[in-house]
């Protein structure tokens, strides 16, 4: 068969979408066409594969299916939905600036910012309330919400939350913050003696996807703190491998750092591919803020058996 695709990205956090309701494509073949074209020699070259479907729910506009590039199911994809968001935008989908996309069951709220010629300059998403509850995330192991000193900041933190446990990886102690924005995450802070350009993510990253404190695997952010509104990142995305760049990723990250009291309450985090910015008021009920770029590459046609 023929299918119609746009490739698209935020941040160099790549995706194939196609229009789920144009395509026709068979649900049991969803997960070997998410490797068929994630293939950067023999297919399209992506980190996963995106439909983007029609809804029967008046409260809801689209859906998002997504796939990561070993054909595995991912609950959310923050750099993910801005494109979405911009897709149904730019193909006349839709003409709301203000939209609510599912993903996994849990809906998203994006707000697009286009400019006087019609073009969307930037997607900022309303992501939802981190959670940070250890049986939910999930990890398990747990501790350190009972060492948070600003509780008049940080406020309705879990007692079973994980925020700097240690985790022994790649034969080394490492301190760990966990937090699921709809997909697991677990934030490690690099020590002092580890450059973050240097550092060895295709050998250690791995080993924390598949550690057995994570049930269903774990995407892995390692930082480095440059101030109190700026850090960098390089992550470890489960059934993908590093990635530019990871949406949720970049929330997890700011709740992490803020837990820890590393900075404020926005942080403009920088990935590989760019820069996306994050903001979180510590209240473990109220939402991330995501902030960030949807860029299209290009679009064609790709030939499936």
């Known amino acids: ?18 229009d789920g309701g144009k395509e ?26 995106i439909f983007i479907n029609p809804v029967d729910n008046p409260d809801v506009d689209f859906e998002m299916e997504m796939y990561n590039a070993d054909g595995s199911r991912s609950e959310m ?20 600036t203000k939209l609510t996309i599912v993903s996994a069951g849990r809906n998203k709220y ?7 010629d019609d073009h969307v300059e930037s997607v900022k998403v309303d992501m939802g309330a981190p959670i940070l509850s250890s049986s939910l995330v999930p990890v398990t192991v747990s501790g350190g919400a009972d060492a948070l000193t600003d509780r008049s900041v940080l406020k309705n933190i879990p007692e079973d939350a994980c925020i700097n446990v240690p985790i022994t990886a790649a034969g080394r102690q490492w301190h760990m913050t966990c937090v699921s924005m709809g997909n ?27 550690h057995e404190y994570f049930p269903n695997r774990v995407n892995t ?24 760049a990871c949406g949720t990723g970049c929330c997890a990250t700011t709740v992490a750092c803020i837990l820890n009291g590393k900075t404020d309450n926005k942080v403009d985090v ?3 591919g760019g820069i996306v910015t994050c903001s ?12 960030g770029p949807a860029t299209t590459v290009f679009e064609g046609v790709i030939e499936y058996a």
């Not at 068969?1 to 196609?18: Q, S």
């Not at 923050?78 to 968001?85: E, S, Y």
């Not at 934030?187 to 791995?206: A, N, S, Y």
């Open 1 to 18: 068969m023929e299918i119609r695709f746009t490739k698209m990205h935020g941040c160099g956090n790549d995706y194939v979408y196609i």
């Open 24 to 49: 026709k494509i068979p649900k049991e073949k969803k997960a070997d066409l998410a490797r068929f074209v994630s293939d950067r020699h023999f297919g399209i070259g992506s980190d996963g594969l």
């Open 77 to 96: 994809c923050g750099n993910g939905i801005r494109c979405v968001a911009r897709y149904v935008y730019d193909h006349k989908l839709t003409d709301k």
């Open 110 to 116: 994006i707000d697009l910012t286009v400019g006087a």
């Open 184 to 210: 697991p995450h677990a934030v490690v802070f690099l020590p002092d003696d580890c450059d973050l350009d240097t550092f060895d993510i295709e050998h250690i990253g791995p080993q924390f996807e598949s």
């Open 221 to 244: 952010e390692f930082v480095k703190v440059d101030d109190r509104g700026n850090v960098r990142m390089r992550v470890w995305e489960r059934g993908t491998g590093e990635t530019l």
């Open 270 to 272: 920088h990935v590989l």
């Open 280 to 291: 979180w008021d510590g209240e473990a009920e109220h939402p991330v803020i995501m902030d």
